[in-house]
Each structure stands twice: as C-alpha cells, then as structure tokens.
C-alpha cells in the first residue's frame, strides 16, 4: 500500500479522521440535544392535559379543562360530568382542536373506559402501579395520571411530524457535516502541498546529485522555516561534495601532468640510447624494458587526464549524428591484428544504431569493449558484435565466449584500476582504466553500460546510448 | 640547420639536445626563459623548441615578445593537451606544439617539417639536377648512386640546399651549423665544401667572391 506510506497520504488521512470525529460529535450532540428538547416540550404539554384531563372526569371537577396556554375556554363541559356521553363529547371537543386525544379509565363509574373520537383503537391500559408516566407507543407519545388506582386520565398524540422534523434535522446535520468535512480536507490538501513543496524540492535536487550532477543546489524559498534551515545544511553539504570531487579530480589531472615531464625525460633517454646503437644485447632489451614501461606510463597519463576532464565534465563534447554500426566497422580494422594473433573469429551483426554523440569517443567505447573481449577471450574463439536500434535507444553488444568474469567481481568491473584477476600476468601494456573511461564517456552521453557474464560461457558488455 | 631547446628541466633538455645532435643540427641550449629569450633575438635559429612552463619568463612570454623582432619557427612543448592551450599557442604565434610525453622520432620529425616550412620547400625531398637530398632518412644520391656524406658535409649541403638560390655567407653558414660549444674553425667550412664539390660535382656549389657559396 504505497498510498499509506506517502507522508502526504498519512497527514491528510489522519487529519480528516479528527476532523470527522469532531464533526460527528458536534453533530449527534446537536441532534440529541433538538430530539431531547423538543420531546420535553411535548412531555410536558401532554402532562399538563393529563392533569387538566383528571380533574374534568372526575365528579368534583374543576372549571371547563383548558389545555395548554392556548386553552378554548368556550369548550362547553358540563359540571359534573357524568355521563359518558357528555364526557366523551367534551373530550372530542377539545381533541379536536389541538390534535390530542385523550382517554378516561375509571374504577368506579360507568362507562369504565371512555376516549375521544380521534383516539386511536385499543389503548392498552397503563399499569396501575404507577401514579403517573409518559409512554411511547409507536408513533403515539401518552401521558397519564391516576391518583387512584383504576382512575386512569390519558392524554396522547401523534408524534409523527416531530419525529420527521428530527429526522430531516438529522440529514442536515449529516449533509453539512460531509461538505464542511469535503472542504476542509481540500484546505488540508493545499496546505499539505505547500508545506511538503520545499521536501518536493529537496528531493528533486537531491536526486540529480545521485545521478552525478554534483551542481545542483536546492532552490530555497524560505530560509527561517524548519525545511529552509534543513535545505541550507545539504545545500552546504552539496557544496562540500562538489568540491570535495572537484578537487580529487583536480588532484588526479595535477597528479598526471606532474608525471608528464619525467616520463618524457625517461622516454627520451631511452628513445637516444636505442637509436644510438653500440649496446649489448643485454643494455638493449633493458632499455626496451625501460621504453615499454615508459609508453604504458604515457597511456596512464592520458587516460587519467581523460578520466579528471570527464569527472569534472570538462571533456568537450561534439554533438553530432553517430551510427554506432558504422563505428564498430571501423573499430574492427583497428583490433584485427591483434585478434589475427589470438586466432580469434570476430563476427559481426549491424543493424543501423544512430545516436547524437561524439564519434571519436563513442569510437574509444567500441574499441576498448573489442580490445577487451579479444584480450580475455579464449585462443582461437569468438568475439560477436551485434548493433541495433530499440526503444529509442541505439544498442551495441559486444560478447566473447571466453572464460566469463566470476559473479563476486561483475559490480566492481568499472572501478577504476579494477582487474579481475589480481595476480593476472599479461596486463602489460594495459592501463586498468579502459571500461572506468567507457563508463565516463557512456554517463556523458546519458546511456547506459551493462556487463553480463556467466563464468566460464564468457561476457557480454552491452551499451545503450539515447537517440536524441 | 641550428636549432635552440629552451626546457627548464635539465635531464629533458640533455635528452632532446643530444637526440637533435645526433640529427645533425647544431643545437644551443637554455634552461629558462630569460636566456632562451635573449638566445633566440641574438641569432638566426632555423627553428626553437620552446617549453611553455619556463621559470623567469614562461613560453609564452618568450614567445610574445620575440615575435617582435623575429619569425623563427617555434615549436612548443606543453604538458597541458587541452584545445584550449593549443589554439593559445597556434593563436600567440608557434608554429607547432608537441603534448608532453612525446616521442623522439615525432619531435624530430615535426622539426624537419617545421624547417622545411621555414626554408618554404614542402616535400621532404630536395632534387637539384641529378643530386637528390631525403632530409629524412638524410641520405644524398647523385644519377640514383647513394653518395657517403658525412655528417658537416650534409649539413652545409641540405642548408645550402634549402636555401638554394640563394648566396649563403660563411658568417650564416657558420651560425646556422655550428652551436655555442663548437669551437671548429671557420675555415673548416672550406673543407667541407671542398669536399662536397669532389662527391657531387664541381659545378654544383658555386662559389660568389666575396659573398659566399650558392647551389644554383
């Protein structure tokens, strides 16, 4: 569920969770609080007329029944009502009016059970037992009052349009509730935005540095924030980092043009002595010593200076139209003797590859994965070129079906002076830095260099350069 | 052919000298710029192998300033291969630069070019009637027989021959064959003349009274 590890995810779900909480607290106490209320009000009215209703069916009755303030005094009720007739005309009459009904239970006289014409049927009894109470029933909401038991006064009505009017109260709440929730969680979602904007940004330059590009720098929009403040300090430890790679590879580039001079002393000695003449067998090969090591040591040279421009990105590149298939024909006439020697087959598969590059050194790429797969290839075996155009990508392969490099060395095979086999003789002549400088050159072209290898099948180097 | 090495590194400067001597060109030295510079107005080098990092005054300088005065041909040796550095030099007036390590046979190799550029002669060859001088392998053949010189003889014949048409004196002759540390007398030109007439012919090398030697 990557949704809930995103930080923005996290705050915003936690943050409606509270809201709603809130939201729906306020809202049921609102709407217990009006149900309540306006349940009292009704209470009490039917209560009242439950009183007012007692003292009408009994013999001693008071003054004509007045209900609620809005009492109709001009209800005619006979005094004392006796008769069953005139007490339940009396009791339709003011039934009637407010939409009570009431019904009269007495022990003693008849008729025993008496109620108004728009009562309901089959009022059931209320218990005796208690002198008087408020009862639901269905929809129909009953006060009664017995001072005696089996002298029963109960006034009743319909609650039907309360309880709706509750309800719809109830939807509204609800309704609010969503949009205010609706609302606010938008209002949540800018300010998460805009809080975690300087993160966004952090982490865009943070990767562009990952990628090598150590000139970025995070665009700080407010330095007294807690982010702002965070931004300067790897803003500062980007700094840091850039120099610190600027000057490895200003001390490398120093490095090897102090060793220009010397080997140049060395190699002009030895180049006068050879030329010369008049030395033994034995002076002339130590001189050849000598000149070799001299050359390997100019190659060094050359290829860490290489190396220090492309780290430091001041290698200039040329921009132009390279058909990869057309390079590896001419990277194989350079390799040729030395694959002539080794009685190795090159065979070759070329699709057109175009990509925009530099072709000298796109060329240095090409030759040094041929001169590679043919050095470590086995006598007398196979070293395959295939190029080819894929998903906007220009492909060169190169594979040799030599001993393979062992898995544990595979992640390592473009560390600068990494060899495979640390013990290996005939790495004359070889400056270990060949695949670190294709590597360097691949990066400067924004492509990509992979090696494959199964020990002992042999190894496969394929690069992938962007068309564009 | 007198060639000056300015290099400040005494084991390089050795090294170039002797591998240039052993070519045949007389060969001043200079260890910094300040010599170098007052070296290269005072005589007519036929080339300068100039090192950009020079103490005192630095190659470029040295350049600047003799440029003033003199259009000998420089080559100059750098330690830096940016483009940069070489349009620098090309642009500040060298005629030519060698990156630092360089090989022995290169540098002698872009000299000659370099010389013959100077002489305005582009072909390494030189045929005059019959005679034919490789100024590289720096062999003479006279009717396509090889002619045994040695090394004075031609050099006074690959200058004169360089320069031909020209009236060569004795004075160029001597200055452009023979360095600081020679001491040969100068009428051992004579001898070599002497001989080179009896190798190549009598006619070959004319003498003008008075003014110097010319090969027509």
């Known amino acids: 569920m990557k949704v809930f590890r995103s930080i923005r995810w996290r705050l915003q779900l936690w943050y409606g969770a509270l809201f709603a909480a809130v939201l729906v607290g306020l809202g049921v106490t609102a709407y217990e609080v009006e149900a309540v209320s306006r349940m009292g009000r009704i209470d009490a009215e039917l209560e009242r007329g439950a009183f007012v209703l007692n003292g ?15 009492g109709s005094p001009e209800t005619p009720t006979p005094r004392p009502v006796r008769s069953t ?40 009894k209320p218990s005796e037992s208690e002198p008087q109470g408020v009862r639901q029933r269905g929809r129909f909401r009953e006060a009664f009052l017995a001072p005696n038991p089996g002298d029963i006064a109960l006034v009743g009505r319909s609650i039907e349009l309360e309880t709706a009017e509750v309800l719809r109260l109830g939807w509204l709440l609800a309704g609010g509730g969503v949009s205010l ?20 940004d952090i982490s865009v330059a943070a990767a562009k540095i990952a990628t090598g590009d150590l000139a970025q720098r995070i665009n700080v929009r407010d330095g007294e924030s807690e982010l702002g403040a965070l931004a300067g300090v790897l803003n500062s430890t980007f700094a840091r980092l850039e120099a610190s790679f600027a000057q490895q590879a200003r001390f490398t580039g120093d490095a090897a043009h102090e060793l220009r001079t010397p080997v140049t002393v060395v190699l002009t000695h030895v180049q006068n002595a050879l030329a010369e003449g008049g030395l033994s067998e034995e002076q002339r090969e130590a001189f050849e010593a000598c000149l070799r090591a001299a050359q390997r040591m100019r190659r060094m040279i050359e290829s860490l200076l290489q190396l220090a421009r492309l780290d430091a990105g001041q290698e200039a590149m040329r921009h132009e139209t390279v058909d990869l298939a057309a390079l590896v024909v001419d990277c194989r006439e350079l390799v040729g003797t030395m694959a002539a020697v080794k009685r190795i087959t090159l065979t070759t598969e070329l699709a057109p590859a175009e990509c925009r590059g530099d072709a000298d050194r796109l060329g240095q790429i090409v030759t040094n994965l041929l001169g590679n797969a043919i050095h470590h290839g086995r006598e007398g075996g196979e070293v395959r070129v295939t190029t080819r155009s894929e998903d906007g990508a220009a492909v060169v392969i190169v ?14 095979i473009f560390e600068r002076f990494y060899r495979v086999d640390k ?23 924004g492509g990509v260099i992979a090696v494959e290898s199964v020990a002992g099948e042999g190894a496969t180097f394929t690069v992938r350069l962007p068309r564009g | 052919m007198r060639l000056l090495v300015v290099e400040d590194e005494p084991d390089l400067l050795a090294g170039v000298a002797r591998a240039l001597r052993k070519q045949g060109y007389a060969v001043d030295t200079a260890l910094d710029g300040e010599e170098g510079l007052h070296k290269a107005q005072t005589t007519d080098y036929d080339a300068i192998v100039l090192d950009v990092m020079l103490p005192r005054l630095d190659g470029w300088e040295v350049l600047e300033q003799l440029r003033v005065s003199k259009e000998t041909p420089v080559l100059m040796l750098t330690a830096r ?33 370099l010389i013959r550029r100077g002489a305005r002669r582009a072909r390494a060859a030189l045929e005059i009637a ?17 002619v045994t010189l040695t090394a004075r003889e031609y050099a006074v014949l690959e200058y004169l021959a360089m320069h031909r048409g020209e009236v060569v004196t004795r004075t160029a002759l001597y200055e452009h064959l023979f360095d600081d540390s020679d001491d040969t007398l100068s009428n051992l030109i004579d001898v070599h003349i002497f001989n080179l007439r009896k190798k190549l012919g009598a006619d070959f090398i004319v003498t003008r009274r008075g003014h110097g030697y010319c090969i027509e």
């Open chain 2, 130 to 146: 019959e005679v034919l001088i490789d100024t590289v392998a720096r062999t003479v053949r006279r009717s396509g027989e090889p």
């Open chain 1, 423 to 445: 013990a290996r003789t005939g790495t004359a002549g070889r400056t270990g830095l060949g695949r670190a400088i294709s590597k360097a050159i691949v990066d400067a072209h």
């Open chain 1, 56 to 70: 009408v069916a009994r013999r001693r009755g008071p003054p004509p029944p007045r209900k609620g303030s809005t």
């Open chain 1, 181 to 200: 929730l609706a609302i606010a969680m938008a209002i949540g979602w800018w300010l998460v935005t805009r809080a975690l904007r300087p993160i966004q």
């Open chain 2, 81 to 113: 291969d940016a483009t940069a550095d070489r349009v620098r030099g090309l642009d500040a007036g060298a005629d030519d630069y060698l990156v630092k390590p360089f090989d022995v046979a290169e540098l002698q190799a872009r000299l000659r070019a």
């Open chain 1, 399 to 412: 594979a040799d079906n030599g001993p393979g490099i062992p898995r544990e060395h595979l992640g390592h």
């Open chain 1, 85 to 124: 007739q005139a007490l339940a005309e009396a009791l339709t009459a003011a039934d009637e009016a407010r939409g009570f009904y009431y019904a009269v239970w007495r022990k003693n006289e008849e008729p025993r059970f008496t109620a108004s014409a728009g009562a309901p049927p089959d009022i059931p």
